[in-house]
């Protein structure tokens, strides 16, 4: 036994070496490096820090420097005893759009997957960090806002979403799975919205969010430079003064008549099966009974997904409801790597290909079909990792993950 476990730490090390290696020697060319200052700017207030996503032109899409940048900066803030609380948003017209995933594309092309790696070992780090923050954070959660772009900020004391924000987890779409945490907030949302949000793709408004509570406020955007204001010249490290401040701002959050949150009674019929092929079944016993339109709109979005990620996908959720914040990231990383390795299947980058780069959207899903998904398949993106390959590695010991 001691050898092995001084094999195994030895394994470690030399992937590190590697892998540091590799990113240094690599930066210059790599899609997900560049200019950390510039790519998250920093506003000072009287007891508070604001992070700024600056990526405009890719909707303030994340890549690894981002990601180290965003965690440097919390780091610091929260050691230092004159900051009371931080903030988060973007610049331009969204939030954040999630992951470079174009940039992680062009890397699997190159057969580059150590740099893949390092950016979900970098964005899962923080967003634990993020999930066990000692200091309140406002999330400020203008236009578009998805995938990554919700795991930097739900996992956060408050989420500000306003009448321009558009949430969505389309992972399924692009042959991935709900990641960056996503298992644990989804699958925690009323009855099985969370099932439906991470099978369909299927977007939400602000108002929606508020609704399900994905934001725990709601304000018109135009408000949003009193807000700002407001919270720049709080002296408190108070949620509760926060959450006043914030609550002083707010407006009425009502979805309307044909938002899914008025559906919540079928869409808990259809979603709480046990299996893809029982929702699908469910959803077209609806249709056949009452020509129910948005039962036929979530069938089409589910036949463009992948098949495998359906599936994968709804195991994600069903046990992430079971699980903390950390053994979710864990799991997704897991996940996340057997997504870029194309062993199992090349969907993720056919997806990427056909919705992102080539813009045909006709992607050739392998498996093209439900019925041709193996549990083998299933299974494998759950395995645990190899001795070769570490586990994604949290500060669980120095900070306790929530439930």
Not at 120 to 127: A, D, E, R, S, V
Not at 368 to 397: C, H, N, R, W
């Amino acid at each position: 036994m001691h050898n092995f476990k001084s094999s195994l730490l030895l394994r470690r090390c030399v992937h590190r070496c590697i892998f540091q290696f590799r990113s240094v020697s690599s930066l210059s060319n790599n899609p997900l490096i560049d200019d950390a200052d510039n790519l998250v700017l920093v506003e000072g207030k009287a007891y508070s820090r604001t992070a700024i996503l600056n990526r405009p032109s890719v909707l303030n899409a994340l890549n690894t420097t981002v990601g180290a940048r965003l965690h440097k900066l919390y780091k610091s803030w929260e050691d230092n005893p004159d900051i009371g609380f931080v903030a988060l948003k973007g610049k331009g017209r969204a939030f954040c759009a999630g992951g470079d995933i174009v940039s992680l594309y062009k890397l699997i092309n190159e057969g580059n997957l150590e740099e893949c790696k390092e950016f979900f070992w970098t964005l899962y780090n923080h967003i634990y960090f993020l999930g066990t923050y000692l200091k309140p954070h406002v999330a400020i959660l203008n236009g578009i806002t998805m995938g990554g772009g919700a795991g930097i900020s739900v996992p956060g004391t408050f989420r500000v979403a306003t009448d321009k924000t558009v949430f969505a987890t389309p992972e399924t779409l692009i042959g991935f799975h709900p990641d960056a945490g996503a298992s644990f907030y989804l699958s925690h949302l009323p009855g099985y919205l969370g099932e439906y949000l991470a099978l369909t793709g299927d977007k939400l408004s602000g108002a929606e969010m508020m609704s399900c509570g994905l934001s725990t406020h709601y304000s018109l955007i135009a408000k949003l430079p009193l807000i700002e204001e407001q919270l720049g010249n709080l002296v408190t490290d108070d949620p509760s003064v926060i959450e006043t401040c914030l609550e002083n701002h707010g407006d009425l959050a009502l979805p309307d008549k044909e938002s899914v949150i008025q559906r919540i009674e079928t869409l808990d019929k259809c979603f709480s099966q046990d299996t893809v092929e029982e929702i699908i079944d469910s959803l077209e016993n609806e249709v056949a009974k009452t020509n129910d339109a948005w039962c036929t709109s979530t069938l089409m979005k589910l036949k463009d997904a992948a098949p495998l990620s359906l599936k994968v996908s709804l195991r994600s959720i069903r046990e992430g409801r079971f699980q903390s914040l950390d053994q979710c990231l864990i799991r997704e990383y897991r996940m996340s790597l057997q997504g870029i390795s194309r062993q199992i299947t090349g969907d993720f980058h056919e997806g990427v290909r056909a919705k992102l780069v080539d813009k045909d959207f006709a992607p050739k899903w392998d498996p093209p079909t439900l019925g041709q998904v193996s549990q083998d398949m299933i299974d494998q993106y759950f395995a645990p990792l190899t001795a070769f390959e570490p586990e994604l590695e949290l500060p669980t010991k120095q900070r306790e993950a929530f439930a």
